[in-house]
C-alpha cells in the first residue's frame, strides 16, 4: 500500500531507476513493485516504496546501491524481453496516441490524421456494403480494436474483414488470429510501417488479402497470398476504378475515397 506519499510516473520511475519503461510495465503486472491504479490503465508509484520492495526482491538484492537499481544494460541489449499482449494491457492510455506490438516491440504513434480518416470511413463503407450481401455473417471491424497473432504480435488494422466462417476468432475484448482481409491507410508517419513490417507479419501469420490506401498518393494496392508470398492482384491510382479478381462484383471508384 503506497498511501499518501508522492506518486510518480512509470516513465519518471523507470528514469529514476535506470530501467526500461517496458521492464516497470512487467514488474507491475507480475506485481514485484507497489503501485496504485488510478483509473483504467492509470498506475502510479512511489520511489522509495519500490526501491525498498526492489531490495527485498531476491532477483535485485545485489541491483539496489544507495537507493538506486541498476539494469544489466548488456543483458539488455542482446536479449531484449519481447512484449507480450498482457504486458501491452498494462501500457497507460495516452491521448493522442496508439500502441502496437510488433512481434514483442512497442511500437506508439501519433492519432491519424484528417486525409487518413477520410479515407479509412469511406471505403470500410464500401466493404460494409458488399461484404452484407456476399456473407451476412462475416464482420467488418475498424481501429481501435486489438488483433492479436500468438502472444507478441498485437496491431490495430484500419479496417478489418472477418469471414462468416472465422467468427470463433472474434473475442469479446480482442480478435485472435488472422481475418480474411487487412486494410492499413498510409500516413507520413507510418508508411514503412506498414509497407515493410506489418506486411511482413500478415504474411507470415497467413492473412490472405492486405490492402494498402494512401490518401497522399491517392492509391489502393490489393495483395493476396500466393504460396506464402503476397502478390499485387489489382491496384489504381486518382480517380481509376479496382475491381479486385478474387471478390467478386467489388469495384472501388478511388475518387469516392479522397
Given at each position: 500500500?503506497?498511501g499518501n506519499?508522492?506518486?510518480?510516473t512509470?516513465?519518471?520511475?523507470?528514469?529514476?531507476l535506470?530501467?526500461?519503461?517496458?521492464?516497470?510495465w512487467?514488474?507491475?503486472?507480475?506485481?514485484?513493485?507497489?503501485?496504485?491504479?488510478?483509473g483504467?490503465?492509470?498506475?502510479?508509484?512511489?520511489?522509495?516504496?519500490?526501491?525498498?520492495?526492489?531490495?527485498?526482491?531476491?532477483?535485485?538484492?545485489?541491483?539496489?546501491?544507495?537507493?538506486?537499481?541498476?539494469?544489466?544494460k548488456?543483458?539488455?541489449?542482446?536479449?531484449?524481453?519481447?512484449?507480450?499482449?498482457?504486458?501491452y494491457?498494462?501500457?497507460?492510455?495516452e491521448?493522442?496516441?496508439?500502441?502496437?506490438?510488433?512481434?514483442?516491440?512497442?511500437?506508439?504513434?501519433?492519432?491519424?490524421?484528417?486525409?487518413?480518416?477520410?479515407?479509412?470511413?469511406?471505403?470500410?463503407?464500401?466493404?460494409?456494403?458488399?461484404?452484407?450481401?456476399q456473407?451476412?455473417?462475416?464482420?467488418?471491424?475498424?481501429?481501435?480494436?486489438?488483433?492479436?497473432?500468438?502472444?507478441?504480435?498485437?496491431?490495430q488494422?484500419?479496417?478489418?474483414y472477418?469471414?462468416?466462417?472465422?467468427?470463433?476468432?472474434?473475442?469479446?475484448?480482442?480478435?485472435?488470429?488472422?481475418?480474411?482481409?487487412?486494410?492499413e491507410?498510409?500516413?507520413?508517419?507510418?508508411?514503412?510501417?506498414?509497407?515493410?513490417?506489418?506486411?511482413?507479419?500478415?504474411?507470415?501469420?497467413?492473412?490472405?488479402?492486405?490492402?494498402?490506401?494512401?490518401?497522399?498518393?491517392?492509391?489502393?494496392?490489393?495483395?493476396?497470398?500466393?504460396?506464402?508470398?503476397?502478390?499485387?492482384?489489382?491496384?489504381?491510382?486518382?480517380?481509376?476504378?479496382?475491381?479486385?479478381?478474387?471478390?467478386?462484383?467489388?469495384?472501388?471508384?478511388?475518387?469516392?475515397?479522397?
Amino acid at each position: 500500500m503506497i498511501g499518501n506519499k508522492e506518486l510518480i510516473t512509470a516513465q519518471a520511475l523507470a528514469e529514476a531507476l535506470d530501467l526500461s519503461v517496458e521492464t516497470i510495465w512487467r514488474y507491475t503486472r507480475e506485481k514485484k513493485i507497489p503501485f496504485i491504479e488510478l483509473g483504467s490503465k492509470q498506475y502510479r508509484y512511489n520511489l522509495s516504496d519500490v526501491i525498498e520492495a526492489l531490495a527485498h526482491s531476491s532477483t535485485h538484492n545485489s541491483a539496489v546501491q544507495n537507493h538506486a537499481v541498476r539494469e544489466n544494460k548488456e543483458e539488455y541489449r542482446t536479449e531484449p524481453a519481447k512484449l507480450t499482449y498482457q504486458d501491452y494491457l498494462l501500457l497507460p492510455e495516452e491521448p493522442g496516441y496508439r500502441y502496437e506490438i510488433l512481434e514483442g516491440m512497442l511500437v506508439k504513434e501519433p492519432s491519424p490524421n484528417v486525409p487518413h480518416q477520410r479515407a479509412s470511413r469511406r471505403l470500410q463503407r464500401i466493404l460494409e456494403d458488399y461484404f452484407w450481401e456476399q456473407d451476412p455473417e462475416g464482420e467488418v471491424f475498424d481501429a481501435p480494436l486489438d488483433v492479436t497473432f500468438q502472444d507478441i504480435t498485437v496491431v490495430q488494422p484500419d479496417i478489418f474483414y472477418v469471414s462468416g466462417n472465422q467468427k470463433h476468432i472474434v473475442l469479446k475484448a480482442r480478435v485472435d488470429g488472422q481475418p480474411t482481409l487487412v486494410v492499413e491507410v498510409l500516413s507520413p508517419l507510418n508508411s514503412r510501417k506498414d509497407r515493410l513490417q506489418k506486411l511482413q507479419i500478415y504474411q507470415k501469420y497467413g492473412v490472405p488479402h492486405y490492402w494498402l490506401v494512401n490518401p497522399e498518393e491517392k492509391t489502393l494496392e490489393c495483395f493476396a497470398l500466393k504460396d506464402g508470398t503476397y502478390a499485387l492482384v489489382a491496384a489504381g491510382i486518382d480517380e481509376e476504378v479496382v475491381e479486385h479478381p478474387e471478390f467478386e462484383g467489388l469495384a472501388i471508384s478511388l475518387k469516392n475515397l479522397w
